[in-house]
């Protein structure tokens, strides 16, 4: 079982940066790819940046640019550093993560949330 305890989320003007992290706590083997999602009112989940084991990332073309993905294999932790935030940036985000059980079984795992606010 894993858990994913995000921080980081808060109330920012547009333009502002916030880093967002999630550390995977739990018995697991290996934590496989990490990714931050967020869902805004009214709007479809979607995927905002990926990361691979191995570092390999991948971003929301809307995000391109602005937003930064990285992580700790250490620590087992992803980062969200999110620059020049835009009112339309505002969702509650989610880290999830795919991971190695002691079982080797993957699975898949979601953090609360938490909730980011940009104002105009």
């Known amino acids: 079982q894993v858990q994913l305890v995000e921080s980081g989320g808060g109330l920012v003007q547009a333009g502002g940066s916030l880093r967002l992290s999630c550390a995977a706590s739990?018995?697991?083997?290996?934590?496989?790819?990490m990714a931050w999602y967020r869902q805004a009112p009214g709007k479809q989940h979607e995927l905002v940046a990926g990361?691979?084991?191995?570092?390999?990332?991948n971003y929301a073309d809307s995000v391109k640019g602005r937003f930064a993905i990285s992580r700790d294999n250490v620590k087992n932790t992803v980062y969200l550093q999110m620059n020049s935030l835009k009112p339309e940036d505002t969702a509650v985000y989610y880290c999830?993560?795919?991971?190695?059980?002691?079982?080797?079984?993957?699975?898949?795992?979601w953090g609360q949330g938490t909730q980011v606010t940009v104002s105009s």
């Open positions: 999830h993560t795919r991971a190695l059980t002691l079982l080797f079984r993957e699975y898949d795992y």
């Open positions: 739990g018995s697991f083997f290996r934590i496989n790819d």
């Open positions: 990361i691979t084991i191995n570092g390999s990332t």
